[in-house]
């Protein structure tokens, strides 16, 4: 379980519910600057307090751990669909950058 990703999510999920930090500490009978510090990642309190967290967001656990639903719904064939659209994206820019790259040293030969 990476923190850092799962303190992110808790993060992004919070205000996409348009909750308050001081709403979920409520909500997980804590103190505000118990649940700022599970957001900063300050703290080992993320994975004891994990199913409060989600419960407390409306969501499960396993999208706080792995970023998606795998089950009731999700549909995992869109999610690979739309990694696989932002991979296509960023071999572009990379594609792009390697011809930027290329004009330079043809200019920086040419000197």
Same mark, same amino acid.
């Given at each position: 379980?990476?923190?850092?990703?799962?303190?992110?999510?808790?993060?992004?999920?919070?205000?996409?519910?348009?909750?308050?930090?001081?709403?979920?500490?409520?909500?997980?009978?804590?103190?505000?600057?118990?649940?700022?510090?599970?957001?900063?990642?300050?703290?080992?309190? @993320? #994975?004891?307090?994990?199913?409060? %967290? $989600?419960?407390?967001?409306? +969501?499960? /656990? !396993?999208?706080?751990?792995?970023?998606? =639903?795998?089950?009731?719904?999700?549909?995992?064939?869109?999610? @690979? #669909?739309?990694?696989?659209?932002? %991979? $296509?994206?960023?071999?572009? +820019?990379? /594609? !792009?950058?390697?011809?930027?790259?290329? =004009?330079?040293?043809?200019?920086?030969?040419?000197?």
């Amino acid at each position: 379980m990476n923190n850092g990703d799962i303190k992110r999510r808790i993060y992004k999920r919070r205000i996409e519910k348009g909750l308050s930090q001081a709403e979920v500490a409520e909500m997980l009978s804590i103190s505000q600057t118990s649940y700022y510090k599970i957001e900063k990642g300050n703290t080992n309190l @993320i #994975s004891e307090r994990l199913p409060q %967290i $989600a419960a407390a967001l409306g +969501i499960k /656990e !396993d999208e706080l751990i792995f970023g998606y =639903l795998h089950d009731d719904g999700a549909d995992l064939n869109a999610i @690979i #669909s739309l990694k696989d659209k932002r %991979i $296509a994206e960023l071999e572009k +820019i990379i /594609e !792009d950058k390697n011809k930027i790259i290329e =004009l330079l040293y043809e200019k920086l030969d040419k000197k």
